[in-house]
C-alpha cells in the first residue's frame, strides 16, 4: 500500500526558513523520482522542486531557485524527502504536496504525470 506522509508544514515568519519531510513508503521507491508541488487559494497547483530517483539531479522553479533544496534519502522501503526553502516571502503561503513519478519525465513541472500523491502539508507565512 502506497503511503506519504508529510510534515514541517505550519506557520513562518517572513524571511524565516522551513524544512518540509515526506516520508514515502509502499513501493519500489527507488525507481521513482520525486517533486514538491505547491498549490495557493484560487491558484493552479505549481512545481517548486525536483530529485531524481538517484537524487544526483534536481530542479527548481524560478520562484524559489536560489533560496531552496531538495534532497532525499533512500533506506530500505522508505523514501524520505526533503524540501528547505530559505527566505520565506507571503508568495511562498501554499499547501504543499510531495508527488512521485516512475520514469525520468520529460517536463518535471506537469503535475498530471506524477503517480502518486501526499495528502499536502499547509504552509502560512505571516508576521
Known amino acids: 500500500q502506497v503511503q506519504f506522509v508529510e510534515s514541517g508544514g505550519g506557520l513562518v515568519q517572513p524571511w524565516g526558513s522551513l524544512r518540509l519531510s515526506c516520508a514515502a513508503s509502499g513501493f519500489t521507491l527507488d525507481e521513482y523520482h520525486f517533486a514538491w508541488f505547491r498549490q495557493a487559494p484560487g491558484k493552479e497547483r505549481e512545481e517548486v522542486a525536483y530529485?531524481?530517483?538517484?537524487?544526483?539531479?534536481?530542479?527548481?522553479a524560478d520562484s524559489v531557485g536560489g533560496r531552496s533544496l531538495i534532497s532525499r534519502d533512500n533506506v530500505k522501503n522508505t523514501v524520505t524527502v526533503y524540501l528547505q526553502i530559505d527566505s520565506l516571502e507571503p508568495m511562498d503561503a501554499a499547501v504543499y504536496y510531495c508527488?512521485?513519478?516512475?520514469?525520468?519525465?520529460?517536463?518535471?513541472?506537469?503535475?498530471?504525470?506524477?503517480?502518486?500523491w501526499g495528502q499536502g502539508t499547509q504552509v502560512t507565512v505571516s508576521s
Open positions: 530529485v531524481s530517483k538517484t537524487g544526483d539531479t534536481s530542479f527548481y
Open positions: 508527488a512521485a513519478v516512475w520514469g525520468t519525465p520529460h517536463d518535471w513541472k506537469i503535475p498530471e504525470i506524477y503517480d502518486y
